[in-house]
């Protein structure tokens, strides 16, 4: 077995949240190195953008590489149910930071990421598997395993694991816990959409309710060049019972929705097939522990409706990277305090509204002629993925002021619809 040469910091995957770290950490003066299990480009799920992880990028050098490669502008997000629909435009948020996104093509965005932190020069390693940790002495001894089958021996100060689903230090160390959403899968595919819909905005995700099912829905998230990834969601037991291979079911489904059926009347599919996620709401037992930290989905992943895995990945790597270098340094660190708490703060916050989108309350709030308009503007903060702001109130426990408001307005459309009293 071959020994590297010890490195202040080793992050395991090279995704959004490890490639940041990486950057993060070099832009301190740490010796860094990245272990990536796959060979990028790679796919990944999680296309749409939020208007947060601009400013999180920006922060590590990364924007402006990731400004220059021609993704499709995103300016908010278009929600829909049967014939209702309402937009909610970023740049009506209530807080500072970037009123805009994009609409990536994941293994470019990645890749981008990637050499960005490379470039910074943190040495990024491809084919690297993790198959062992140590964390019992003064340094990590990490274990990996190439292509080819040989074995590495690695020794860091500290760790940042951004492994993404492969969730690498949770297995290893027995960190994970059962997460707390029912099992939820999603069928996506990439397409050649011919949209020809002059109302379509391909400036806007669209996210579209089931006719009958209130708690299945759809995404739209148009590329440019004319080409689009589309997905469903809803329980695994729900898609179970259509039949078919992937894209049947896929299609299916499409088919079921008046909007995304009339839109996509004339697409072509660019995959073979359409693919399959279960069962990815991901929770652990602490995000921290001696000598290492929980980044993105290696950690915590709710659910993909308000496309928040970037942005929560992102900001882990904002909060937990310069607390390690102050711990590097023989600074104290209450990483509870300093890192968890702060990051579930957000966490916390799109928990409160993906909960509320499937029991419904969300989605009253957000159909709502009453709906007052400083509460749009609220919501398309966090919409935009400033969960973190607590100066707005639907951040926090933004589940039971979410329900709250959505009684009251139906309280008041009940009344508004009760005959006269004679």
Sequence with gaps: MNTEAPVDVLVIGAGPAGAMAAALSRRNGLSVRVLEKTRFPRFSIGESMLPQSLTLLEEA??????????????????????????????????????????QVTRADFDHILANEAERQGAEVRYEQDIIAADFSGDTALLTARDAAGRESRHSARFVFDASGFGRILPRLLQLDAPADFPVRASLFIHVEDHIEDAAFDRNKIRVAVHPVHGDVWYWLIPFSEGRASIGVVAEDAFLQKYPGDLTERLMALV??????KRMLRNAKPIWPSAREIRGYATAVSSLHGRNFALLGNAGKFLDPVFSSGVTIALKSASLAAPLAHRQLQGGTVDWEKEFAEPLMLGVDT??????????GALQTVMFSDNRPPRVYELLCSVLAGYAWDTENPYVGKSGRRLRALAQTLRNREASDQAPPVR
Aim: proline residues 3%; hydrophobic residues 40%; glycine residues 10%.
């Design 255 to 260: 088919a079921e929705e008046p909007g995304m």
């Design 61 to 102: 050098g990364m924007l402006e590489a990731v400004e220059k490669a021609g993704f499709q502008f995103k300016d908010g997000a278009q929600i829909v149910r049967e014939d209702r629909k309402v937009d909610f435009v970023f740049s009506m948020k209530t807080c500072a930071g970037h009123p805009y996104a994009y």
């Design 350 to 359: 799109f928990k409160g509204y993906v909960e509320t989108w499937y029991e």
